[in-house]
Each structure stands twice: as structure tokens, then as C-alpha cells.
């Protein structure tokens, strides 16, 4: 599993967004919005969003951009989280013919008869819904997810304890990535 968090956007926008509550509707941004209300905005911002619910709603607008290489076992519990998530994947109907599967191209071992079973099959140029069935729940696939600071918070929030351990490494990177991780944890 490799998982790299490619960038981060409106992290001052959505703190702005924030401010709004405490701002005087008669004073302009350029006027009212600087390093001072910004510095204000983060503390009030670390004590909101471990309230969680309505208080959080900040966090939905501090977008995420993630490379995901994780195994389809894992990606089918990832799919719980489809509100506020866009993912863009390499398509097994399109890659899986395209060279001879390899034991990397597997999160855990498989058998070797289980690997040559699959090539034969592509080989064969047999339909792809039969090589995709004789395919293991550990092959990689790899996505670009487009998410936000909400999302990745219900993810360590529901999943810190998990039982499977991809969920405890992608966890563990985000932390070792994310600039604003006190929101999340």
C-alpha cells in the first residue's frame, strides 16, 4: 500500500469562512481579514472541528488531494465514504491485459498457480469479466482521491481501531502528511 498526499487547498479560505460569525458586516475584508483574525481563526478552528457535527462543516471546504495504491479488499471498505469524495482509479478493464501480472502487483503473497492461472487467462485473450473473477482481493489498484479535511476526519474517527492494518498505514501517513492535522485528530 503507498499512499501520498499530493496537495491541499483552502485551508485560510475556509478559516475565513469561519470568521464570518465574529466579523462586523460594516467593515470591509481587506480591512477586517489579516494575520491577527487569521491566527484567532486557527485556535478556534482546533477547538471546533474535535466538537465534530454542524461545528466542523469548516473542514468540508480544506480540499485534499491523495494518491492511493491500496488492495481491492481495502478499496471496498474505502467506498463507504463516497459524500464529499471523487476518485479517479487505473482500470483493471483496461490495465489488467495490457502486460503479465506480477506477484508486486499484490499486496500479499499469492500462490504461484494463482499467477499463472491469471496469465494464461490473459494470454488466452479470454473476456476480461473472467480474468478479473480468477483476480485475488489483495491486487493494487491505484486512485487519485479528491477529498476534504470532514471526510478524512470520519475516516480516523471510524477507523483508527480497525482490524485491518491498510487502514492503520493510511492513517498513519496522513498524519505524517496533512499540514493541518490537529483538525483531524
Known sequence: MNVVVINEYGHEIAL??????YKDGCIPDTEWWDEAKY??????????????????????SIVVYLDVTAPRYWWSEFDTYRVGVTKNSESTMHKLTKRPVMHSDFETPISECTLIEINDAIAAKLP?????????????????????YKVLQNIVWQRGTHRLP???FFIRRLK??????????
Do not use: D
Request: charged share 25%; aromatic share 8%; with cysteine.
Open 16 to 21: 475565513k469562512g469561519l470568521g464570518l460569525s
Open 39 to 60: 491566527n484567532k481563526m486557527r485556535k478556534v478552528a482546533s477547538a471546533l472541528a474535535k466538537k465534530g457535527g454542524g461545528h466542523s462543516k469548516f473542514l468540508e
Open 128 to 148: 476480461i469479466n473472467h480474468i478479473k473473477g480468477k483476480l485475488p482481493e489483495s491486487y493494487l489498484q491505484r486512485r487519485i482521491i479528491c477529498t476534504n
Open 166 to 168: 491498510e487502514w492503520k
Open 176 to 185: 505524517q502528511s496533512l499540514l493541518h492535522w490537529e483538525y483531524i485528530e
